[in-house]
């Protein structure tokens, strides 16, 4: 297990190795130990709890050493957490304030190690329905990243509409701004057709969509008024989808760097396309399981996860080539970079940790 933060989160707990092996009143045998929680910050005195559990031995062939940790983050701050419910006292003795305030300051998100399939919810569906109807869950972040797409373009749109509206009036009695020199014009002019070739890539535009602007070739000083008002608002526009389509370019990027044969693009229409070496097109779903598992990973972590929460990953390295799990880490690093969190990773790889043992924190406090 090991953390992208490891500075942050390091401290806050481990694990006491000593594991009591014995049988309950019942007769069945079980396992019982100590989780120790420590929790210091700089300039500041240790402070630590320990927490006994109890552990059956049906317990013992389901639940994964690292489990054990991310039960207690998982339980008071996910609804999807009751899995691991069993592992832990219902009700924690004399529970230490400082804990928690961590408990209330942290923002979960659980990535599971199957999650290919996406399951309907129950309660939306209608009775007459077939209650086993699934979905691949690339499919449903396909249409999941068309529907953002339109909404983004809907909030372009409508801002583009109030600026357009009010242009003559700020052009005649100009909008506060100072007047730049033709170079800085030529300057602006030429990173915005830069971000309009990008936005054209990433799907968010069509060609002709959007003027050229290599088109402004002469800037004199009759129409340097003009068009500082223009490249300000067609700035402001463009900003709307720069979120967006950072996500989607990292998406594109890391996608298209691990996948052989197959290329894959962004349609506002459709979400994920993707096409063969031979120009063929293919559905998302008949990618291979490690291709999908690699696609919904990242999708997940880069268009699902909000800003500074914990992310608890299980397992990544399941039905991921060797190669990629050695490239895994850089990837993560790009999108921590990009999306803003921090990430506890359980697993048995040593190629995804490859050469970031530094961030490690073994647990082998659950063996016999």
Known sequence: MFSTNQNKLKSLFHLKKEIKTGVDESGEGGDSGELIFEFSKSGSELKSYTMEFARSQEDMEVFSDQEMVTNWLMKFRSKSSDRFIGELPQKIENEPDWLKEIQKSI?????????????????????????????PTVLNYSEELANAIQKKLAEYAEL???????????????????????????????????????????????????????EFQEIDESNINVLSV??????????????LTDKID?????????????????????????????????????LSSGEQHELVLNYELLFKVKPNSLI??????????????????????????LAGFD???ATHSPEIIHDRWDLTVELSGFTK
């Open 107 to 135: 923002r979960i998100r659980f990535i599971e190690t199957q999650h290919l399939i996406s399951f309907p919810d129950s309660r939306s569906r209608h009775k007459y329905e077939e209650s086993h109807r699934t979905t």
């Open 160 to 214: 583009s509409q109030s600026l357009d509206r009010t242009f003559p009036t700020r052009l005649v009695k100009g909008n506060g701004l100072s007047k730049p020199t033709i170079d800085k014009l030529r300057d602006d002019l030429s990173k915005l057709e830069e971000k309009r070739s990008r936005l054209i890539v990433a799907g968010l535009l069509d060609r002709g969509e959007e003027i050229d602007f290599k």
């Open 230 to 243: 223009y490249v300000h608002d067609v700035k402001e526009k463009l900003e709307v989808l720069d979120e």
């Open 250 to 286: 990292l998406l594109v990027n890391i996608i298209n760097s691990r996948f052989l044969y197959k290329k894959m693009s962004i349609s506002k229409k459709e979400g994920f396309i993707f096409e063969t070496s031979d120009g063929q097109s293919i559905s998302p779903a008949d």
């Open 312 to 337: 608890l990953i299980d397992e990544p390295e399941l039905s991921l080539h060797v190669i990629w799990q050695q490239q895994f880490l850089r990837d993560l690093q790009e999108v921590i970079k």
């Open 343 to 345: 990430v506890l990773l």
